[in-house]
């Protein structure tokens, strides 16, 4: 079965960090281009960060820049995103995205369905 999954989110103070993981089965990760996306309650999608084939170029919004590390993990088939310093305003939930040929897309071949994260005092 193809799938994305999902995991480390969590309640955390701001200041904190968490490291999201996103693994694959059914296919090979490291062939397509990965994104970052959340979604916060009552507002639209937005991407967060993207990562290319061949542990290449990253992206990252002007948002979480210099505060969130996308990188990719081959031999557990798993991308990892480190978050850190996090703000109240990076509450939202996050969902990874997987597409073959397109880099930062809006549109993929696959998505997870998402790890809560929640950043408070």
């Known amino acids: 079965q193809v799938q994305l999954v999902e995991s480390g989110g969590a309640l955390v103070q701001p200041g904190g960090s968490l490291r999201l993981s996103c693994v694959a089965s059914g296919f090979t990760l490291d062939y397509y281009f990965i994104g970052w996306f959340r979604q916060a309650p009552g507002k639209e999608r937005e991407g967060v960060s993207c990562?290319?084939?061949?542990?290449?170029?990253?992206y990252y919004s002007d948002s979480v820049k210099g505060r969130f590390t996308v990188s990719r993990e081959d031999a557990k088939n798993t991308v990892v995103l480190q978050m850190d310093n996090l703000k109240p305003e990076d509450t939202a939930n996050y969902f990874c995205?997987?597409?073959?040929?397109?880099?930062?897309?809006?549109?993929?071949?696959?998505w997870g369905q998402g790890t809560a994260v929640t950043v408070s005092s």
């Open positions: 995205a997987a597409n073959r040929y397109y880099y930062c897309a809006d549109e993929n071949d696959y």
């Open positions: 990562i290319g084939t061949n542990h290449g170029r990253t």
